[in-house]
């Protein structure tokens, strides 16, 4: 089946630096990728949609300036949290859709997020 | 919002049949029923999906009843490792997938 990576799976940054997280699909091409974050005990919460070659569409109250997603080739996102705050720590998680009319969803193993 | 109401929690024992209720009154013609769980720690990952027919593959089957408004997931044979939050989405083919608060299912030995 199809499979989803991202790198890294976990970080730990401090306060105020920016961490990049990438999303690759490996065997597949995707020109449309999704970013969801969940916190603690919540449910996924979808942040914003990546299109390659294009500008992501970000969900409503999901400030763009502070998550900066490139879309740079048909396998790869990147998901950038700018000027990190222990706020912004959480589990991020990236997904690509399969083929066809009725898509499934295919998810990456997620990256947590610590910011001290 | 999600268009889906699951219990939050359910209990099954080791070795029989788990059945997840979901209830989607609102759904409409062209939607189609989606099951996801997330083991802890780790990414969703794809169950079933159907639209009006009961599907059945190597992970579950999932029963639509007739007038499309709720459905049930079927693990058949539960072992420790199906113990995860189960998500039942409803969604046409373009929309995006959103999460409710699904099921967290405890599959005790």
């Known amino acids: 089946g199809a499979v989803v990576s991202q790198h890294p799976s976990w970080v730990i940054c401090k306060s105020g630096t920016s961490v990049k997280i990438e999303c690759r699909s490996l065997?597949?091409?995707?020109?449309?990728m999704f970013w969801y974050r969940q916190f603690p005990k919540q449910s996924l919460m979808l942040m914003a949609t990546?299109?390659?070659?294009?500008?992501?569409?970000?969900e409503q109250g999901v400030e763009k300036d502070k998550f900066l997603i490139n879309h740079a080739s048909l396998t790869l996102s990147t998901l950038t949290v700018t000027s990190a705050h222990p706020e912004d720590s959480s589990f991020y998680i990236c997904?690509?859709?399969?083929?066809?009319?009725?898509?499934?969803?295919?998810f990456g193993p997620g990256t947590r997020l610590l910011v001290l | 919002d999600a268009k889906t109401t699951q219990p939050p929690s359910m209990d099954c024992a080791e070795g029989r049949a788990a059945n997840l209720p979901c209830n989607h009154s609102t759904i409409s013609g062209n939607e189609y029923v989606y099951w996801y769980r997330q083991i802890h720690s780790q990414g969703p990952q794809y169950i079933i999906h159907?639209?009006?027919n009961n599907e059945t593959n190597e992970m579950a089957s999932l029963i639509i009843t007739e007038d499309r408004k709720s459905s049930t997931l079927i693990l058949p044979h539960a072992t420790l490792r199906d113990t995860a939050v189960y998500y039942c989405i409803v969604k046409g083919g373009s929309e995006k997938l959103v999460f409710g608060k699904g099921t967290k299912l405890t599959v005790n030995p």
């Open positions: 997904s690509a859709p399969g083929q066809g009319y009725v898509e499934t969803q295919y």
């Open positions: 159907g639209l009006k």
């Open positions: 990546s299109n390659e070659g294009s500008k992501a569409t970000y």
């Open positions: 065997d597949f091409q995707a020109t449309t």
